[in-house]
């Protein structure tokens, strides 16, 4: 190949670039990453700075862990799993929340997810604050927990899209990190770090990719920026895509961001313990003392709260988080903690959020944003997963399923010319049918070191119509 021609161009080195890329490298094909920043992992970034330990600013729990591929990839490296139950499974210090009231408030918590997880799919759409019971006691800190799963309130959450994530419930750690595992994931790849892509041209046989430091001439493209980025329209495409402009303006990017903070007599609190800095109210912290045990707290902020923190700069951040575990824990212990890192992912350029959430009655917006274009443009990232959305691992399944595997299996889409032999069939062709096409998806198997593809529910009762609700086992 030519300096500046690929096979496949992959746009965005995150978990589903890197994915992807990976992917294609095993199958022995050409590929090119190209990347706005000047590292790998885009929202999976671990930094170390002035601290003593290794810091997740993105993300940091491997949600569904025993299914989750990023666990053995970690592993495969070296790196050590921490099976700790998550602080959010166990009852909060019983600081300014009595254990009483939290009885009271984790029923109504449970009952506010059974109520959206037993939604029928066929009623109609609504935002998931309707949900709540009318003027629920708890309703302020159900909103709370939303502004960290979603980052955003539940008023700007689709219902339905919360209904149809699944979680095995199984969350772990990675000891050095998961941005680390992620980032080292992609060694080897050819990539062009620094390199924002501004526009994708399919008017030509060949795709023209047009970045500051030249153009990339390519056969097929996997694009992966964040949703929020192509809903404003940051990467352009000619002749342009209004279809996919309109389904990423459906799932913005909510906002979570964590500010670290070193923590002086940690002891004396337990490791792996929470506290909410308000229960009354949904524009409030949580703090998570001493992650992995060591003598931090991870205070995690969300929603508009989020928002009018970054709007305030990085003290603001520090100024709240201290006067919430002040008000908790009396003024002294302002002088305990120092804070150490932060990153303000609403206002970084390349993410523009933190991960994505459905706005009411644009669930099934993920389907027409994964849905490839002319065989030739392909489109991964979180957002484009209708269960695993927001993950990272979410982005790892849409990376692969967008990158070609073995052209003889059934379910490839890929566009060369020894795909042709595949029956392609079986995949919906047109965005408005990927739409209401339940997507295939790549589940893994932990004994293997590809994922395994299994196909859901429509393609299921293609085959069997008994089985159209349960995926059938590769
Ligand atoms: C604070 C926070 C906490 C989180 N916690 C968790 C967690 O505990 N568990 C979990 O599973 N997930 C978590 N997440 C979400 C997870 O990090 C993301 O879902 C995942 O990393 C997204 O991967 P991606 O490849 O889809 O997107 P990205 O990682 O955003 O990758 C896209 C890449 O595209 C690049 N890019 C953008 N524009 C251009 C352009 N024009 N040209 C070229 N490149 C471009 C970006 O720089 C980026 O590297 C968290 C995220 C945040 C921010």
């Known amino acids: 190949m030519a300096k500046g021609d690929t096979e496949v161009v992959i746009v965005g080195g995150g978990a589903a ?8 490298m095993d199958a022995h094909l050409d590929c090119l990453v190209v990347e706005a920043r000047p590292r790998l992992g885009g929202r999976a970034w671990t930094m170390r700075g002035n601290s003593a330990f290794p810091i997740d600013l993105g993300c940091g729990w491997l949600h569904s862990a025993d299914r989750n591929p990023w666990r053995d990839i970690a592993e495969a490296q070296g790196c050590s799993i ?3 139950p998550p602080p959010w499974t166990r009852r909060s210090a019983p600081i300014g929340f009595p254990p009483s009231e939290q009885t009271s408030f984790l029923q109504a918590l449970q009952e506010f997810h059974q109520q959206l997880h ?7 759409d609504v935002p998931a604050a309707t949900v709540l019971e009318p003027l629920g006691q708890w309703n302020a800190l159900i ?45 080897g790849l050819p990539v062009m770090l ?17 970045t500051a430091g030249g153009a990339i001439t390519a056969d097929s493209a996997i694009v992966t920026v964040p949703s929020g980025l192509l809903a404003e329209e940051r990467l352009l495409f000619t002749p342009p895509l209004p279809e996919k402009t309109e389904a990423a303006a459906g799932l913005p990017l909510g906002l979570a961001d964590k500010l670290f903070l070193a923590l002086a007599e940690a002891e004396e609190f337990d490791k792996e313990s929470r506290l ?36 305030g ?29 932060l990153h303000r992912w609403g206002v970084d350029p390349f993410a523009r959020g933190s991960y994505s959430h459905a706005l009411p009655g644009k669930a099934d917006c993920r ?16 957002a484009c997963s209708r269960s695993d959305y927001s993950t990272a691992h979410g982005a790892y399944l849409t990376g692969v399923a967008a990158a070609p595997d073995d052209f003889n299996y059934p379910c490839g889409w890929w566009p060369k010319p020894a795909a042709s032999a595949a029956p392609r069939s079986v995949r919906p062709s047109s965005p408005a049918e990927y739409a209401s096409f339940p997507i295939v998806s790549v589940r893994y198997t932990p004994s293997s070191n590809l994922p395994a593809i299994r196909f859901t529910a429509a393609l299921a009762a293609m085959l069997s119509p008994r089985r159209a609700r349960k995926p059938i086992a590769a």
């Open 82 to 84: 921490d099976t700790t």
């Open 17 to 24: 670039g890197i994915a992807a890329g990976r992917r294609i």
């Open 143 to 187: 909103n709370a927990i939303s502004t960290y799963a979603n980052g955003a309130e539940l008023d700007r959450v689709s219902a339905r899209d919360v209904s149809r994530y699944d979680d095995s419930g199984v969350n772990w750690r990675v000891v050095e990190g998961y941005g680390t595992v992620i980032a080292a994931h992609g060694a």
């Open 313 to 341: 700069g990085d003290l603001a951040f520090a100024d709240f988080a201290i006067g919430e575990l002040v008000g908790l824990l009396g003024s002294d212990f302002a002088h305990r903690v120092k804070p150490l890192h």
């Open 276 to 311: 909410f800095g308000r229960t009354d109210r949904s524009d409030t912290g949580v703090y998570h003392f001493r992650p992995f045990g060591r003598p931090q707290i991870e205070a995690y902020f969300g929603g508009r709260l989020a928002a009018e923190l970054e709007a």
């Open 367 to 382: 389907g027409v944003l994964a849905a490839p274009v002319d065989d030739r443009v392909f489109f991964a990232g979180e």
């Open 194 to 210: 620094g390199q924002p892509v501004r526009l994708i041209d399919r008017s030509g046989r060949r795709l023209r990719v047009e």
């Open 118 to 124: 037993s939604r029928p799919e066929q009623e109609p």
